[in-house]
């Protein structure tokens, strides 16, 4: 379900294919549960549904608002999660459901508490469509500024193969020409003789399309000798060998946020010559889809797996402003991010905000009036 509203569905069943088979109808103003797949996710219905084996319907008896229902069981989502049991697919009980305890106000007060935490979901809607045109915008800066230069600076262009039209006074090189790029150390190897250390190290996990997800890092032992080799610095950019398609390299900028660290050796550190090439423009680059269709292109590729390795790394062609105009493209692409970052906190906050607004409002904690 992607909606919290079901006004209509994808596909359609007739009333005949209704009455013969599993499938059976719920009316309007039920609240749709998923109980496998996407355990907890809930929404009310507008109008007359059919549903399969993968959701259960709560038909609201009188005196039940649906929506006040339906924020009750998005409190309880995470604990309905927990519920789910199953080998292959989780999937939680309907006599589960049916045993929450809730708390029932009068009915008027349950439609205004429906309205406040509407009104806060409507506002975190607001935001999140705000937050997406943002990104559209950046993706948009970052293909005219990859392909054109910064607006005003370029008069001539030139065709590339492989690479497009850019102008005519950038150069195209290889990664390997402007960057050093540094494998990293396989995990389970053992130290070797003499002195050994444990430190953490960065896996794929951790290595994200344009950040880092640093919640859990795990640690390894190697030799005292080894550190400096496979050790990260700041202004590295880490690269992911493969896995999952949407994994294949990843480009994310290290800024020291742990000292010291290492990688393991399904991730690259390519560490660009400070004159030549900024860590910020190639990780850009990277996540551009020019980047990605090189990747794509010369990655060895089997059922819905990729890989590169260091040597298709190096040799990834890479157009390069000079540097004056790589800070230029970077101040430009700077002041949208600030904007996706201003956005992205005041989500959380309206996130959280909803969180303490139910806690307060479902367990009669804080009282409201009906209208």
């Avoid at 950038?170 to 003789?193: C, D, F, H, I, Y």
Wanted: hydrophobic fraction near 40%.
């Amino acid at each position: 379900m992607k909606s919290r509203v079901l006004a209509g569905t994808e596909e359609s069943i007739t009333r005949a294919g209704l009455e013969s088979g599993a499938t059976r109808a719920v009316p309007p103003g039920s609240i749709v549960l998923a109980t496998r797949m996407a355990v907890g996710s809930v929404a009310v219905t507008t109008t007359e549904i059919a549903i399969n084996q993968d959701l259960k319907a709560l038909v609201p008896a009188n005196g039940l608002d649906p929506r006040f229902l339906l924020h009750f069981l998005e409190q309880n989502a995470t604990r309905l999660a927990r519920w789910g049991t199953g080998t292959t697919v989780a999937g939680v009980r309907l006599d589960d459901v049916e045993n929450l305890p809730l708390l029932l106000p009068p009915v008027g007060e349950q439609r205004r508490i429906a309205e406040v935490l509407d009104a806060i979901d409507a506002a975190i809607e607001q935001t999140e469509a705000v937050i997406a045109a943002t990104e559209r915008l950046r993706s948009a800066l970052l293909g005219e500024l990859l392909t054109r230069g910064v607006p005003g600076w370029h008069t001539e262009w030139k065709d590339v193969p492989g690479i497009g039209t850019i102008p005519a006074c950038w150069e195209v090189v290889r990664l390997g020409e402007v960057a050093e790029v540094q494998t990293g150390r396989q995990v389970g190897k053992a130290p070797g003789n003499g002195a050994s250390v444990v430190l953490p190290y960065l896996s794929v996990a951790n290595v994200k399309d344009g950040y880092l997800h640093l919640e859990t890092v795990k640690t390894m032992e190697v030799g005292a000798s080894e550190v400096a080799r496979f050790s990260l610095r700041p202004g590295d950019v880490l690269f992911t060998e493969g896995g999952d398609a949407d994994k294949l390299g990843r480009g994310c900028v290290w800024s020291g946020e742990i000292a010291p660290c290492l990688h393991q050796n399904h991730v690259f550190a390519v560490r660009p010559h400070p004159k030549r090439l900024s860590p910020d423009l190639l990780a850009a680059y990277a996540r551009s889809p020019r980047g990605k269709s090189y990747f794509m292109g010369c990655s060895k590729q089997t059922t819905n797996l990729a890989s590169i390795n260091s040597t298709q790394l190096k040799a990834m062609p890479l157009p390069l402003p000079s540097m004056n105009e790589q800070r230029a493209m970077l101040e430009a692409l700077k002041s949208v991010a600030g904007r996706v970052e201003s956005e992205n906190a005041g989500l959380e906050a309206l996130i959280a905000a909803k969180r303490a607004a139910a806690t307060s409002l479902l367990s009669g904690r804080v009282r409201v009036g009906a209208r």
